[in-house]
């Protein structure tokens, strides 16, 4: 079984940063294409960032030139950095990653960790 952790989430004020982790562990093969979502209330799941195995990256225009997503595949981690957050960047932020394992070859989801961004 594969399992995806996400850390680094909190409270922080406008103009202040976070680095959100999201470590995958179990039977990893191989690691696909990684994304970021968020959630915020009362609104649909957004696609934040994403970034390919070859290491091409996009992001949705709200959070160009403010986040960098990043991976490690030798640590089967994605990271998601987030400066200048401003207070609509509050939401629950998911991790998602395809996997490759020796049983299936599909999209994992992390937890969820929540981001509030308020003075």
């Known amino acids: 079984q594969v399992q995806l952790v996400e850390s680094g989430g909190g409270l922080v004020q406008p103009g202040g940063s976070l680095r959100l982790s999201c470590a995958a562990s179990?039977?990893?093969?191989?690691?696909?294409?990684m994304d970021w979502y968020r959630q915020a209330p009362g609104k649909q799941r957004e696609l934040v960032a994403t970034?390919?195995?070859?290491?091409?990256?996009n992001y949705t225009d709200s959070v160009k030139g403010r986040f960098t997503i990043s991976r490690d595949d030798f640590k089967n981690t994605v990271y998601l950095q987030m400066n200048g957050l401003k207070p609509e960047d509050t939401a629950v932020y998911y991790c998602?990653?395809?996997?490759?394992?020796?049983?299936?070859?599909?999209?994992?989801w992390g937890q969820g960790t929540q981001v509030t961004v308020s003075s």
């Open positions: 998602a990653l395809v996997i490759l394992t020796s049983v299936d070859h599909r999209r994992y």
């Open positions: 970034i390919s195995t070859g290491g091409s990256i």
């Open positions: 179990g039977l990893v093969f191989r690691l696909d294409d």
